[in-house]
């Protein structure tokens, strides 16, 4: 199976930082891989699909890059509605896997 | 507008069954593959199974085979989670998706295997 780590687990942040949360393969995983955004509360929302296509009403502060092996997702002007975690998602190859994700929160 | 409403949760006794529901309106249901995911109190997400969008073809994490059944009804638009076996470690919270990958969640339905 593949893994997903992602790294920090979590970090603070201020209003107008620019974020960078990474999730590694533990395989090759071309760029089959999402991102989830899943606030306190509520159900998962997917920003990335495909490493980095944005995903329609997403703001273009999120930005996913990356293939095989090494992805990012970068928030370039944290702003307050953006606190949650983030997840890694691969779907290369089944059974598809979750990163542990990455919990953003402000100072 | 896409809607993915769950439906069917609560709590069980180890060993029983019960099957989630997932009522899916706004987008044409047949011409999209569908899954479930669940999540642990406090835990990550995790994938359980997907269905092709004909029913066809299913998947399924080793931890559920054989003990979980995903499937659908194309003329009601509705997705299933039979659950057999009940453990205390499949207490979460049960999430429908649409799309092979996620695109859109439901509100997530909760269930508690527990004596």
């Not at chain 1, 928030?75 to 953006?82: K, L, P, R, T």
Request: glycine share 10%; charged share 20%; aromatic share 12%.
């Amino acid at each position: 199976n593949t893994v997903m780590t992602q790294s920090p687990t979590s970090m603070f942040t201020s209003v107008g930082d620019r974020v960078t949360m990474s999730c590694k393969a533990s395989q090759n995983v071309g760029i089959n891989v999402g991102w989830y955004q899943q606030k306190t509360g509520q159900s998962p929302k997917r920003l990335i699909y495909w490493a980095s296509n944005r995903d329609t009403g997403v703001p273009d502060r999120f930005t996913g890059s990356g293939s095989g092996t090494d992805f990012t997702l970068t928030i370039s002007n944290m702003q307050a509605e953006d606190p949650a975690i983030y997840y890694c998602l691969q779907h290369n190859s089944y059974p598809w896997t979750f990163g542990g994700g990455t919990k953003l929160e402000l100072k | 507008e896409v809607q993915l409403v769950e439906s069917g949760g609560g709590l069980v006794q180890p060993g029983r069954s019960m099957k989630l529901s997932c009522a899916a309106s706004g987008f044409t249901f047949n011409n999209y593959d569908m899954a479930w995911v669940c999540q642990a109190p406090k835990k990550g997400l995790e994938w359980v199974a997907t269905i092709s969008y004909d029913g066809s073809s299913t998947y399924y994490r080793d931890s559920v085979k054989g003990r979980f059944t995903i499937s659908r009804d194309n003329a009601k638009s509705t997705l299933y989670l039979q659950m057999d076996s009940l453990r205390s470690e499949d207490t979460a919270t049960y999430y429908c998706a649409r799309g092979r990958y996620f695109r859109y969640w439901g509100q997530g339905v909760m269930v508690t295997v527990s004596s």
